[in-house]
Nanobody
Framework: QVQVAESGGGLVQTGGSMRLSCTTS????????MGWFRQYPGKEREGVAC????????LYADSVKGRFTISRDNAKNTVYLEMNRMKPEDTAMYFC?????????????????WGQGTQVTVSS
């Protein structure tokens, strides 16, 4: 069965760094675009970063451009999100997702494959 599992969340101070990982199984990873989304309490999920099947194309939300980097390792069926110069407004639940579309922003929870999320908290 399909499994998508995020890890690496936690508490970090403003200006600090954190790396999220998303390990997957049960589907042809290198056939899918991968993305990171985040959700604030009471809000809809929003796209943070996405990467196409071979890593040749990436897309970032304006709020994280220059601070976050998405990458993937198709040999390990894993996608990463490196977060630097973090801000309190980065505090959210972060989700990893796989989808057959490009770009992946706009993917809804009812489509593709989603993880359960990992909480990221940035203290001020």
């Amino acid at each position: 069965q399909v499994q998508v599992a995020e890890s690496g969340g936690g508490l970090v101070q403003t200006g600090g760094s954190m790396r999220l990982s998303c390990t997957t199984s049960g589907f042809a990873f290198d056939d899918y675009s991968m993305g990171w989304f985040r959700q604030y309490p009471g809000k809809e999920r929003e796209g943070v970063a996405c990467i196409n099947w071979n890593g040749g194309s990436t897309l970032y939300a304006d709020s994280v451009k220059g601070r976050f980097t998405i990458s993937r390792d198709n040999a390990k069926n894993t996608v990463y999100l490196e977060m630097n110069r973090m801000k309190p407004e980065d505090t959210a639940m972060y989700f990893c997702a796989a989808g057959a579309r490009w770009p992946l922003f706009g993917l809804t929870p009812g489509r593709g494959y989603w993880g359960q999320g990992t909480q990221v908290t940035v203290s001020s």
